[in-house]
T-cell receptor
Framework: GAGVSQSPSNKVTEKGKDVELRCDPI?????LYWYRQSLGQGLEFLIY????????KSGLPSDRFSAERTGGSVSTLTIQRTQQEDSAVYLC????????????FGEGSRLTVL | KQEVTQIPAALSVPEGENLVLNCSFT??????LQWFRQDPGKGLTSLLL?????REQTSGRLNASLDKSSGRSTLYIAASQPGDSATYLC???????????FGQGTTLQVKP
């Protein structure tokens, strides 16, 4: 597609359930990033991928969070046993090259944990 | 640890004014600095990317400058319009970690 695509755009779930958020980057972009934006907060770095590997997972808030990327393309962010504090907008971005490239963001997935 | 600060947090101006948004960062070891715009409920749109070797970039009514040694960048918006109303974020790509670190943003309102 022309831009970064994220799904679902909105997800409401009950505390304790698992959720999966999907990111489809711009074709050919090797770098993929996940950020979290809580209400009234800035963007919190979660993880980035260079190809299929994740050099830096230090931003993941807890071991309930995991992410994978297959085929150097689509990425999935999984949150297990969701908590209310996980409620936020999860933004995905891609870049042609890591660090030096312009970042293009998707519209985000808004997660609400009841 | 890289920290990015944006001042002011909010700004309201009448239409037609020229304005400056400020961004400062604590670690000058950066690959680049990028300015984004975010409309309510939307993702981020890239406005300007300045590589560490560059001093400024221009796009239309926008001009961004970078002074790496002092850890500062400014985004200049000329002849502001109501459609410029949004939150503007700056982000630096740290050359030590490769991460893109964001400021908290400046929320701009341009009144007709």
């Amino acid at each position: 597609g022309a831009g970064v695509s994220q799904s679902p755009s909105n997800k409401v779930t009950e505390k304790g359930k698992d959720v999966e958020l999907r990111c489809d980057p711009i074709s050919g972009h090797t770098a993929l990033y996940w950020y979290r934006q809580s209400l009234g907060q800035g963007l919190e770095f979660l993880i980035y991928f260079q190809g299929n590997s994740a050099p830096d997972k230090s931003g993941l808030p807890s071991d309930r969070f995991s992410a994978e990327r297959t085929g150097g393309s689509v990425s999935t962010l999984t949150i297990q046993r969701t908590q209310q504090e996980d409620s936020a907008v999860y933004l995905c971005a891609s870049s042609l090259v890591t660090t030096t490239g312009e970042l293009f963001f998707g519209e985000g997935s808004r997660l609400t944990v009841l | 640890k890289q920290e990015v600060t944006q001042i002011p947090a909010a700004l309201s101006v009448p239409e037609g004014e020229n304005l400056v948004l400020n961004c400062s960062f604590t670690d000058s070891a950066i690959y680049n600095l990028q300015w984004f715009r975010q409309d309510p409920g939307k993702g981020l749109t890239s406005l300007l990317l300045i590589q560490s070797s560059q001093r400024e970039q221009t796009s239309g009514r926008l001009n961004a400058s970078l002074d790496k040694s002092s850890g500062r960048s400014t985004l200049y918006i000329a002849a502001s319009q109501p459609g410029d109303s949004a939150t503007y974020l700056c982000a630096v790509a740290s050359s030590n970690t490769g991460k893109l670190i964001f400021g908290q943003g400046t929320t701009l309102q341009v009144k007709p």
